[in-house]
Every structure is written in structure tokens, then in C-alpha cells.
């Protein structure tokens, strides 16, 4: 499994790089903010969801510690899709967040 430090993320994303990033979290966890231009999709939906993702892109995966996501970027790769695993969720991002 591809995994990727949070500042490692925040450095391509202040380089302009265009990632596209996941998170699995809850409804109520995102409420409290992601990390900015992230896409919400609930772990618990991912299966049925993906339709949404291109095989083509790269995918950065994150939840609130990196469990969840590490989980879900294994599925994701058996699936056929280049997925990253972001390495202390949303607990280790020190950057600014989306409300």
C-alpha cells in the first residue's frame, strides 16, 4: 500500500498540484472541517459509489487517524484504482480546513 505523510499531502496541494483527495469520515466528522477541495464519501459507502472514480486518476485517501482510509485504499487497489493512504488522518493535518 502507497501511504504519504500530511505534510507531504499539504506541500503538493501549496504547489498547486492537482490531488484529488477522499475522505471516508462520517457526516458528522467532515462537519468539522476537511481538508480543502477533499471529496466526502462515507467508508460505508465507497463500494457503491465507485462509479464516481476514474482508474485513470490518482486518489488520496483519508479518515480521522488513517485506519479507515488504510482499509479502504487496500478494497480500493483490488479494485484496480491508484489510491494512497494518508498517514494520520485528519488528526495529524496541521494546514487549514473546509467547512
Not at 44 to 59: I, N, S
Not at 66 to 71: D, E, L, P, T, V
Amino acid at each position: 500500500m502507497k501511504k504519504i505523510t500530511t505534510g507531504e499531502l499539504a506541500e503538493k496541494i501549496k504547489q498547486g498540484e492537482n490531488v484529488r483527495v477522499i475522505d471516508v469520515r462520517e457526516d458528522e466528522e467532515v462537519e468539522q472541517g476537511k481538508i480543502p477541495g477533499a471529496e466526502h464519501i462515507p467508508l460505508g459507502e465507497v463500494p457503491e459509489r465507485l462509479d464516481e472514480m476514474d482508474k485513470r486518476k490518482h486518489y488520496y485517501m483519508v479518515c480521522r487517524s488513517g485506519g479507515r482510509s488504510g482499509k479502504v485504499t487496500e478494497f480500493l487497489e483490488n479494485q484496480g484504482f491508484d489510491v494512497t493512504n494518508v498517514e494520520g488522518g485528519m488528526l495529524a493535518w496541521d494546514e487549514d480546513v473546509e467547512k
